[in-house]
């Protein structure tokens, strides 16, 4: 069973203690398996944020102390697109601003249990479809990179460096990258795996990437990456 990660920030300190317990209460009805933290400001959030980016579901008063809830969202939503996002407000002046960050709902307080019952399923059931992502555990955070952000991986001595959105440079075995890719991705050769999605040309010596970037191809690996790029179509 999946374990999901709630966050619920809120500078009012009943406020966000009836959202936590509306969330475990939920998470006992539909036999969620929930990790729920507490966060009483934006800034609380973030510096927890930064250590272990494994949040699912965001709960998010809008109007605090310091950084405002659609603020914490836009710097969430810069390296994370898969988190659910539920705004709850006394206010409805923000509703547009939701559509900056892919707010998936707001609530407002005082807070309707039934439809807050909704909203989660619903954060749930669009985490499940959502495209799955690597698991990468870094010094001093763990980060989740969904696959189609990643372009290649390649090997430097003992060392894997996942390109995406940024380089996340791990001490890993290339092949344990390997079983948690999909068949969107190719294994060129003993130190690279790329994205077949990215390819922009292949040639005999190289992959050309959407983003002018080159992968050299050893020896017999053209014909098996065109191949796989004609099955991947």
């Not at 209460?25 to 250590?51: C, D, H, I, K, N």
């Not at 795996?193 to 992959?207: F, G, K, M, Q, Y």
Request: glycine residues 4%; proline residues 4%.
């Amino acid at each position: 069973m999946n374990i999901y990660h709630f966050a619920v920030c809120d500078d009012r300190p009943e406020d966000a203690r009836l959202v936590a317990s509306l969330a475990a209460q939920w998470a006992r009805r539909t036999g969620a398996e929930v990790e729920l933290e507490v966060f009483p400001s934006a800034e609380a959030f973030l510096f927890r944020y930064q250590e272990k980016k494994d949040f699912d579901v965001l709960l998010l008063d809008i109007e605090m102390t310091g950084m405002d809830g659609v603020e914490l969202a836009k710097t969430v939503r810069r390296d994370n697109e898969a988190v659910q996002i539920v705004f709850i407000t006394g206010y409805s002046d923000y509703i547009a601003q939701g559509y900056e960050v892919s707010a998936l709902h707001y609530l407002m307080k005082p807070v309707n249990e039934e439809k807050f019952d909704q909203v989660l399923t619903r954060a749930v059931s669009r985490l499940a479809r959502n495209e799955p992502f690597l698991t990468l555990e870094l010094p001093g955070e763990t980060v989740r990179v969904p696959l189609p952000e990643i372009r290649y991986l390649d090997v430097q001595q003992n060392y894997v460096t996942v390109h995406a959105g940024r380089d996340y440079t791990l001490k890993r075995p290339l092949a344990e990258f390997e079983a948690a890719l999909d068949r969107r991705f190719f294994r060129a050769g003993r130190s690279c795996i790329v994205n077949l999605t990215c390819i922009r040309r292949v040639t005999r010596a190289e992959a050309e990437l959407t983003t002018g970037e080159r992968i050299p191809l050893p020896r017999g690996q053209y014909e098996k990456l065109n191949q796989a790029i004609i099955r991947q179509i």
